[in-house]
């Protein structure tokens, strides 16, 4: 029923990047407590969750990061970090906090929205050509590592064909192309229009004019269909707004039961007709 959650463990960032939408920065002071996390963990094991998904702010800057992934390891999950590529460093000692099978079960993804100039406009001046580093080192010490692009208004043709060379030449395995969502500071970034979803498909294309063969996935936040659960850093348990709603609450990682999130599931899959999570269309 669910095979996966995304928890935004924190809303500390090193970045503070235009269209994030969980309005995270320097800033961020939240962080979920690793016996919370492993509470709720349990609470939705009985619905049949495979893989949980850290993100957050930057996960790897939560003081306990290396416990929770090795503890949702040790429970035979899939654990995926996305990073957004710019401290390497703290990746290397978390991969040597873990044995060699727990890697094997460790999936980290790193935020890079296309062409350097597109991403460096969002994100921040160098911040392309570290996560390009991090892609390197992540590679050669998991085998494998999968890119994250926002795709905005502007396609520029050219810049996407060079960059799909770049995550050839890299070895990047998967790519996914995520529509630009208006939530979080989002919401604030002129940059939005209905038609933006046309632009993920646009981009998918493009891939046949490049050396690139690894697997793409295309994440159109625009769609209902595309929802899934989401605890937010401040403890909210929710689906996440999409372009005709707010988010959902359904209640706190604290306290909500088994049966709440099986039934608020149940209830809203009938009404809005949910899939809950573009991950589980890969399982
Ligand atoms: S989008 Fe990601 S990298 Fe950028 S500020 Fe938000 S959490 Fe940090």
């Known amino acids: 029923m669910l095979k996966s959650v995304c928890l935004h463990i924190n809303n500390q960032c090193n970045l503070q990047c235009l269209h994030c939408w969980s309005n995270s920065g320097p800033n961020g002071k939240n962080v979920l407590d690793m016996t919370d996390i492993m509470s709720f963990i349990r609470t939705l094991m009985p619905l049949g969750l495979q893989r949980v998904s850290l993100s957050g702010g930057e996960p790897l800057l939560h003081p306990e990061i290396a416990d929770i992934v090795k503890e949702l390891i040790d429970k035979k999950l899939k654990v995926v970090i996305t990073t957004n590529g710019t401290k390497t460093d703290f990746f290397l000692n978390l991969v040597l906090c873990l044995s060699e099978s727990q890697r094997r079960n460790l999936e980290v993804r790193v935020s890079l929205d296309g062409p350097e100039n597109i991403c460096d406009s969002l994100r921040g001046r160098n911040v392309y050509r570290k996560a390009i580093s991090s892609i390197e080192a992540i590679?050669?010490?998991?085998?494998?590592?999968?890119?994250?692009?926002?795709?905005?208004?502007?396609?520029?043709?050219?810049?996407?064909?060079?960059?799909?060379?770049?995550?050839?030449?890299?070895?990047?395995?998967?790519?996914?192309?995520?529509?630009?969502?208006?939530?979080?500071?989002?919401g604030e970034f002129n940059?939005?229009?209905?038609?933006?979803?046309?632009?993920?498909?646009?981009?998918?294309?493009?891939s046949k004019n490049s050396n690139f063969r690894g697997r793409i996935l295309v994440w159109d936040y625009l769609s209902i269909e595309h929802g899934y659960l989401l605890v937010e850093h401040d403890g909210n348990v929710i689906l996440p707004g999409l372009i005709d709603s707010g988010d959902i609450f359904l209640g706190s990682l604290k306290s909500i039961s088994t049966k709440e999130?099986?039934?608020?599931?149940?209830?809203?899959?009938?009404t809005l007709n949910y899939s809950y999570s573009y991950d589980q269309k890969k399982n």
């Not at 590679?139 to 960059?163: M, T």
């Not at 060379?165 to 998967?174: G, I, K, T, Y």
């Not at 999130?261 to 209830?267: E, G, I, K, P, R």
Request: proline content about 3%; overall charge positive.
């Open 261 to 270: 999130v099986s039934h608020a599931l149940v209830n809203l899959r009938k």
């Open 139 to 186: 590679k050669s010490k998991l085998g494998f590592v999968a890119v994250n692009s926002v795709v905005g208004l502007e396609v520029d043709i050219p810049s996407w064909i060079d960059f799909y060379n770049v995550l050839s030449r890299l070895n990047v395995n998967e790519l996914a192309i995520i529509t630009f969502s208006p939530r979080g500071r989002g």
């Open 191 to 206: 940059y939005y229009n209905k038609d933006i979803h046309l632009n993920t498909n646009k981009v998918k294309l493009l």
